[in-house]
T-cell receptor, first 111, second 115 residues
Framework: DAKTTQPPSMDCAEGRAANLPCNHS???????VYWYRQIHSQGPQYIIH???NNETNEMASLIITEDRKSSTLILPHATLRDTAVYYC????????????FGAGTRLTVKP | EAQVTQNPRYLITVTGKKLTVTCSQN?????MSWYRQDPGLGLRQIYY???????DKGDVPEGYKVSRKEKRNFPLILESPSPNQTSLYFC??????????????FGPGTRLTVT
């Protein structure tokens, strides 16, 4: 799996958009970009994934650059409940093995 | 409600006393997996299962056993727990469609302390 690089921490004001970057410069053509988050010590929660195109669901938007070497997860209107560690992971969908969770970005949403 | 359940949620035990952590999912998922999470080390996979009676080792399988006799259940067995197995454990499941997995659904976690 390609290695990802994320900032260790970020702050965001409540109600504003949170933009979480992820670099994955060695991503392969068949590797997807996944985002998960973990609130305190709860089980990680799937947010979104994408291959090439930008994706949006009820939780967030995923913007992948044209060269696929980086991506941004956007939480359009962050709330205090979005405070969590956010993990960016790249892997092939056919991979039997684990999601390799790195250190992630600790997002703190402030009132 | 679609979910992955784990029991117990908290367990304190002593070295050498066999224990089982249960995991069950109600989504008819083929793929199930166990992870442990330790400070500074992130989540590491212990074992995974592609389907009933099919299991394989992850990154840190030593000291653990698993079984997959039914599709919905994937228990984690510690035959002789040791203090270095003190950790937060997560079970996860995923649909395996056309040879691909996408999102994984995680259980709430089991905090195990071995003294």
């Amino acid at each position: 799996d390609a290695k990802t690089t994320q900032p260790p921490s970020m702050d965001c004001a409540e109600g504003r958009a949170a933009n979480l970057p992820c670099n994955h410069s060695t991503i392969s053509g068949n590797e997807y970009v996944y985002w998960y988050r973990q609130i305190h010590s709860q089980g990680p929660q799937y947010i979104i994934h994408g291959l090439k195109n930008n994706e949006t669901n009820e939780m967030a938007s995923l913007i992948i650059t044209e060269d696929r070497k980086s991506s941004t997860l956007i939480l359009p209107h962050a709330t205090l409940r979005d405070t969590a560690v956010y993990y960016c992971i790249v892997r092939v969908a056919e991979d039997n093995n684990d999601m390799r969770f790195g250190a992630g970005t600790r997002l703190t949403v402030k009132p | 409600e679609a979910q992955v359940t784990q029991n117990p949620r908290y367990l304190i035990t002593v070295t050498g006393k066999k224990l089982t952590v249960t995991c069950s999912q109600n989504m008819n998922h083929e793929y199930m997996s166990w992870y442990r999470q330790d400070p500074g080390l992130g989540l590491r996979q212990i074992y995974y299962s592609m389907n009933v009676e099919v299991t394989d080792k992850g990154d840190v399988p030593e000291g653990y056993k698993v079984s997959r006799k039914e599709k919905r259940n994937f228990p984690l067995i510690l035959e002789s727990p040791s203090p270095n197995q003190t950790s937060l454990y997560f079970c996860a499941s995923s649909s395996w469609t056309s040879g691909r997995t996408y999102e994984q659904y995680f259980g709430p976690g089991t905090r195990l302390t071995v003294t």
